[in-house]
C-alpha cells in the first residue's frame, strides 16, 4: 500500500512537467525578403522541397534562402494565382481568377 501511494504521488508530481506543449518556431518573410506579393493564396511543395507560394503578383519559389520570382513575362496568363498544385510528376500548376487550370511549370 504504501509503493502505491508513493508512486501516485510520484506520478502527481512528474505529470505536469511533461505535459508541457512544444513551441514551435517560425520566420515571417515579405516582399523585402523576395516574396513576389505582399498577400500569399496559396502554398505547396513540390517533391524535390521547393516551396511554392501564389501572390497576387505572381508565383514565388523558394529553396529555403531565396526566392525566384515568376510572372507574366514567364510565361504566367495572370499574375493573380488564386491557387497551386504539385503532382507526383514534379509538374506544378495553378488556378487564376478569370481563367480555368493551366499548366505552368516542370519543377525540375
Known sequence: MMNASCLALLMLLTIPYSSYSQEYGYTHYDITDGLAGSTV???????DGFIWTGTET???R??????KNFSTADGLP???V??????SRG??????????LFIVFWTR
Open 41 to 47: 493564396y496559396c502554398i505547396t511543395q513540390d517533391r
Open 58 to 60: 505572381g508565383v514565388s
Open 62 to 67: 523558394f529553396d529555403g534562402t531565396h526566392f
Open 78 to 80: 495572370d499574375i493573380e
Open 82 to 87: 488564386l491557387q497551386l498544385f504539385g503532382d
Open 91 to 100: 509538374l506544378l500548376s495553378g488556378h487564376w481568377r478569370l481563367r480555368r
